[in-house]
C-alpha cells in the first residue's frame, strides 16, 4: 500500500502544471478552446448550437485525453524505471494501475469542471448539462484506459505518438456513441452502457498494460 501511495504521488506531481508537456493545463485549455471556436464554425444558430453541443463536448474530451499519451509510459520505459521497479518486486501491473488513476485524475475532473462554460459557449441547457457531467464521470476513465493501453502496447515504437492518436479514437467510439447518444435520447440506458464499458475497460488496462510493458523490456 506504501508503494502505491509513493507512486501514486510521483505520478500525480509528472501530471501537475508546469512540468514538461503542460501538465493538466494543456487537455484542459485544448477543451475549453474546442467549445470557444465550435460556435464559430457551426454559425450563430442556437437550436443546432443545443442539438450538437454536448456531442462535441465529448469529441473534445476524447481529443483532451489524447494529448499526453506519448508521455504516460514511454520515458520510463527509456529511463529504466520499470527495471527498477521490477527489481524492488513491484509489478508491471501495479505500476499500470496506479499511472491510469493519475492519469484519470489529471484531466477527468478537470474536463467535468470545465464542462459548465463549455455548456454555456455551445448553448445546452442544464438537463443536457447535468446528462454531459454524468456521462463523463462514467465514461473518462474508460477512455484514461484506452489512451494507457494504447500507450503501452506502442510504448518504444517509432512515431507512438501519432500512431497512439489513431489507434485510441477507434476503440473510444463505443464510449462516444452511447455517451452522447444519451443525450439526445434523455435516457439512462446510454449512460449506464458508457458506465459498463468504461469500468470493463478499467478492469482490463493493468494486464494488457503491464503484458505489453514486460514484451517490450523483453524484446
Known amino acids: 500500500m506504501k508503494g502505491f501511495g509513493s507512486l501514486l504521488l510521483r505520478d500525480l506531481a509528472r501530471f501537475t502544471p508546469g512540468t514538461r508537456g503542460g501538465g493538466t493545463l494543456l487537455p484542459l485549455l485544448f477543451f475549453l478552446a474546442v467549445a470557444m471556436l ?3 464554425a457551426i454559425g450563430p444558430n442556437p437550436v443546432l448550437l443545443a442539438q450538437t453541443g454536448g456531442g462535441v463536448i465529448w469529441v473534445a474530451a476524447l481529443l483532451a485525453a489524447i494529448l499526453p499519451l506519448d508521455r504516460l509510459l514511454a520515458p520510463d520505459v ?5 527495471d527498477q521497479w521490477a527489481l524492488r518486486g513491484i509489478a508491471e501491473e501495479m505500476v499500470v494501475a496506479v499511472r491510469l488513476l493519475a492519469h484519470w485524475l489529471s484531466f477527468g475532473p478537470f474536463l467535468m469542471l470545465a464542462a459548465v462554460p463549455a455548456s454555456a459557449l455551445v448553448g445546452i441547457d442544464a438537463q443536457t ?3 454531459v457531467e454524468i456521462g463523463l464521470l462514467a465514461g473518462t476513465p474508460g477512455l484514461a484506459a484506452i489512451g494507457i ?4 502496447v506502442t510504448v518504444g515504437l517509432r512515431g507512438s505518438a ?3 492518436g489513431l489507434l485510441v479514437i477507434p476503440f473510444a467510439v463505443p464510449l462516444l456513441i452511447f455517451g452522447a447518444g ?6 439512462s440506458g446510454g449512460l449506464a452502457l458508457t458506465g459498463a464499458i468504461s469500468l470493463l475497460l478499467v478492469a482490463i488496462a493493468p494486464f494488457a498494460g503491464g503484458a505489453a510493458i514486460r514484451a517490450a523490456r523483453e524484446g
Do not use: D, K
Not at 527509456?78 to 520499470?82: H, L, W
Not at 493501453?149 to 503501452?152: E, L, T, V, W
Not at 444519451?182 to 435516457?187: C, E, F, N, R
Open 129 to 131: 448539462l447535468r446528462l
Open 182 to 187: 444519451a443525450l439526445s435520447t434523455g435516457g
Open 149 to 152: 493501453i494504447i500507450a503501452s
Open 162 to 164: 501519432a500512431l497512439s
Open 78 to 82: 527509456e529511463q529504466g524505471f520499470f
Open 38 to 40: 465550435y460556435p464559430f
